[in-house]
């Protein structure tokens, strides 16, 4: 067969455009070829011009391959010395470095190495106009090592100071819809000088060099501006840098399979909701007043996510230091479906013995709930014995999946329906002629 070289035409680009969007919704797309029969329908609607958009750069995409390709065609027609007959001409062959001994170091170093997850919560967030930006009202520490799991944790609440006039309201909603810390008069509230005081001695016990921090990047804007007032408050010097958690998967993934993994897979590796409601994983005014949002909840579940997706690829065995191992055992036994319902809706349900766990909540429910950061969503457990809303097919499959199939079942399950189907002929009012 003839060596066809890859060609990439203005569908192709229209397709890798939409990858982002259908991931959004649910579908189980990972490449260009996985999204190709969601998007047929969708280029059938654009006009002529809309198209012209990607012919351009299918054109640019050909164009730059094109003068890629001149040199090493050029090189081809380079003239080689002629061989003597009788002569043995050796190659000079270039091995590959060998990657195992050359990443020893760094290896051992990535995983015996200690990491701090540092977030901080705050009654909402104001305006650009205004001096200051955000309230610190609570700040969780993680420390945390790919060996060792979670070594060490740092929580407290702290005293967000006098709340600018105007703005009262907005804070108290702001805290309402997340964490819901009074805004005033807090009990547990500290100074927020004590309190960056303490992180410090938490974090950097000993003289020396500051170990890596970091949080997620959605919400790092807001740690470094709630740092830096509480070192003003306290009059000392703002030594933490702060770094992303996004960058530390990269380099963990990077360090096992030298190649950096896609920003999706890295966002999607963060944002889960598995441990929202696992023990110990909540401060105990939160977890007491069955609240989700908590600044120490944050942490520890970044912890958690690289435990469960990048500490076993160094074959780490789980403990309860790296996993709520109650909560990682079940979602194992949980079988993911996906259910295309009929009015274009996809909805990603997991069925397991006891009943349906609903991981349902899209990001923009989270964002228009949560005026704080980036956060998971919330779980919903839904029991035998509780009732289950939504379309009838939900229902069915749920259904057909905890009750055994047998032609006997099957039959009587028809036989209800027919009667129900008699039993509610006579409330339905008769159509018009």
């Known amino acids: ?211 890596p921090v970091y949080c997620k990047s959605d919400d790092r804007a807001r740690v470094s501006w709630c740092l830096k007032l509480m070192a003003r408050t306290a009059e000392i010097r703002q030594d933490i840098e702060l770094l992303t958690v996004e960058d530390l998967v990269v380099g963990i993934y990077h360090e096992k399979f030298l190649k950096e993994p896609s920003k999706t897979w890295v966002r999607s590796l963060l944002d889960v909701a598995m441990w929202d409601y696992s023990s110990n994983t909540r401060c105990k005014w939160h977890e007491g007043n069955d609240i989700l949002f908590c600044a120490l909840a944050v942490c520890k579940k970044v912890a958690y996510c690289i435990s469960n997706s990048l500490a076993t690829l160094y074959g780490i065995q789980l403990t309860r230091s790296h996993v709520p191992l109650q909560d990682y055992e079940a979602s194992n036994r949980v079988t993911p479906k996906m259910v295309v319902l009929d009015a274009g809706r996809y909805q990603k349900l997991k069925f397991d013995s006891p009943g349906l766990i609903d991981y349902g909540c899209s990001n923009q429910e989270q964002r228009s709930n949560t005026l704080t950061g980036d956060y998971p969503a919330g779980v919903k457990v839904l029991g035998q014995n509780s009732v ?14 905890s009750s055994p199939k047998s032609i006997s079942s099957s039959s009587s399950n028809v036989h209800k329906s027919s009667n129900c189907e008699t039993s509610l002929s006579s409330y339905m009012p008769p159509k018009d002629e």
């Open 388 to 401: 289950v809303r939504g379309r009838g097919i939900t229902r069915l499959l749920e259904s057909i999946s």
């Open 1 to 211: 067969m003839p060596n066809r070289k890859a060609s990439r035409n203005a569908y192709y680009f229209f397709v890798q455009e939409k990858i982002p969007e259908l991931r959004r919704r649910g579908l189980p797309v990972v490449r260009v070829a996985h999204a190709i029969p969601y998007c047929s329908a969708d280029w059938a609607r654009l006009t002529e011009e809309e198209k012209e958009k990607y012919a351009e750069m299918a054109r640019e995409w050909r164009a730059a391959r094109g003068r890629a390709a001149a040199p090493a065609e050029k090189q081809k027609l380079v003239p080689t010395q002629p061989k003597r007959p009788g002569v043995f001409v050796s190659k000079q062959t270039v091995l590959p470095p060998d990657v195992s001994s050359l990443s020893v170091k760094s290896h051992h170093a990535l995983v015996g190495g200690v990491f701090y997850f540092l977030n901080i919560f705050s009654h909402g967030e104001l305006p650009p106009h205004c001096e200051q930006r955000f309230l610190p009202c609570e700040i969780g520490c993680v420390k945390y090592s790919l060996r060792e799991g979670i070594m060490g944790d740092f929580h407290c609440f702290i005293n967000p100071g006098e709340i600018p006039r105007g703005f009262r309201f907005h804070c108290q909603a702001a805290s309402e819809s997340s964490h819901k810390i009074p805004i005033s008069n807090f009990e547990f509230g500290h100074d927020q000088a004590a309190v960056l005081k303490n992180l410090y001695r938490f974090i950097h016990p000993n003289p020396g060099n500051w170990p």
